[in-house]
């Protein structure tokens, strides 16, 4: 008898705890480790008129964030909050040029950008009854600033070039939604695993200067090239993290 009311008052504890856990007034600190995200894009233009040119296009971009949490259930299951991340993204692009009249021309780029966001998030826990895992649907939103760098290569047939630049005043601005699970490991600490969906938009300036060698007489020509930018960009992420829940002293046992 002693053991099954031992039994039964663990159980109806650990019960309870993982209801405060996502009560109304529970504190929610933690840090996102990893989130990546991914898109992909090609344009295949082909000109009518002139010399028949048709160009290739093949565009892939990736993006990883990290950094902490903080937010309060307001209700309960409904988390309200704000997060701090730094985030580095990289976007490859080569093209192929081709018409009636020369060889194809390829040219290939790349550029990195380093940006410091802030913003808020919302999260709202699927279910009523407690559990060690449970879903989540969650929604945010960012913006910040940075900068980064860039670099590529070509040919055509007169010549091959290099290009080297700097990208400043990045400004960018994200959001997105995804659908997760949360795997409690003791009362107040659990790891998230999410999928979701991610917009972004991004504007900055750039620097670029590009060295020319002639093909028939080695000579190198320095240009430079100075442009803004904006990118739009849809993407999926995939997001890891930990979490610690601190219910409020009225949740507390």
């Known amino acids: 008898m002693k053991k099954i009311?031992?039994?039964?008052?663990?159980?109806?504890?650990?019960?309870?705890?993982?209801?405060?856990?996502?009560?109304?007034?529970?504190?929610?600190?933690?840090?996102?480790?990893?989130?990546?995200?991914?898109?992909?894009?090609?344009?295949?233009?082909?000109?009518?008129?002139g010399s028949n040119i048709n160009k290739n296009t093949d565009s892939k971009s990736f993006g990883f964030s990290v950094g902490p949490q903080v937010g309060i259930f307001l209700s309960n299951h409904f988390v309200l909050g704000g997060t701090l991340t730094y985030n580095i993204t990289t976007k490859t692009t080569d093209a192929v040029t081709n018409s009636s009249i020369n060889l194809p021309v390829t040219a290939h780029t790349q550029a990195t950008n380093y940006t410091a966001n802030i913003g808020p998030f919302m999260r709202y826990y699927f279910f009523n009854q407690p559990a060690k895992t449970m879903f989540y649907w969650q929604a945010n939103a960012t913006a910040g600033i940075g900068n980064g760098s860039s670099s590529g290569n070509g040919v055509n047939v007169n010549s091959t070039y290099t290009t080297d630049g700097k990208v400043s005043n990045i400004f960018n601005w994200n959001a997105g939604s995804s659908i997760g699970i949360t795997h409690f490991f003791t009362n107040s600490v659990g790891m998230d695993i999410a999928l979701g969906y991610t917009y972004t938009s991004a504007s900055s300036g750039n620097v670029t200067g590009t060295s020319t060698t002639n093909k028939t007489n080695n000579n190198i020509a320095l240009t430079s090239n100075n442009y803004n930018e904006t990118t739009k960009t849809n993407g999926i992420s995939l997001g890891v993290g930990f979490h610690w829940y601190l219910p409020s002293k009225k949740n507390k046992l």
Do not use: E, H, P, R
């Open 5 to 49: 009311i031992t039994t039964t008052v663990l159980l109806f504890s650990f019960v309870f705890a993982l209801k405060a856990q996502v009560s109304k007034g529970t504190v929610f600190i933690g840090t996102t480790i990893g989130t990546t995200t991914y898109s992909s894009a090609a344009d295949n233009l082909d000109y009518t008129s």
